[in-house]
């Protein structure tokens, strides 16, 4: 099993800069191949390959992984499995439920 890959937006002067976090490290990620226009796999060679240049850890407020202007819907399937039932002390039910979220409820890492 890979390790986990973790995409941060941070605040710039310019607006946000991805950065991924892969291993412990850190790389920015240039505009071009911020999600979803690019999937984790490439994002995962061009660390192996030397093509994501390393920085610092992200310090300060984090902003969504995904910028939420971007966004045009997102769709939420709940309840899907045992344990999350459980911990509304419900069943499962015998079709999932979808919701949607608006864009705008997108946070970042530590954000409520």
């Known amino acids: ?3 986990p890959l973790r995409l941060y937006r941070v605040p710039t002067s310019n607006g946000a800069s991805p950065v991924l976090e892969l291993d412990g490290k850190h790389y920015e990620v240039p505009p071009e191949h ?3 226009n690019t ?3 490439v994002l995962r060679g061009f ?3 030397g093509g994501l240049v390393a920085c610092e850890a992200p310090a300060g407020k984090l902003l969504p ?3 939420p202007a971007r966004v045009a819907k997102i769709l939420c399937l709940g309840k899907n499995f045992h344990a999350h039932a459980a911990e509304f002390g419900e ?3 015998d079709d999932p439920l979808f919701f949607n979220k608006l864009p705008e ?3 970042g890492h530590g954000s409520e």
């Open 91 to 93: 069943e499962v039910p």
């Open 34 to 36: 911020e999600p979803p």
């Open 47 to 49: 660390v192996a390959d």
């Open 65 to 67: 992984a995904v910028d």
């Open 105 to 107: 409820t997108l946070v």
């Open 1 to 3: 099993m890979s390790s």
């Open 39 to 41: 999937r984790a796999a």
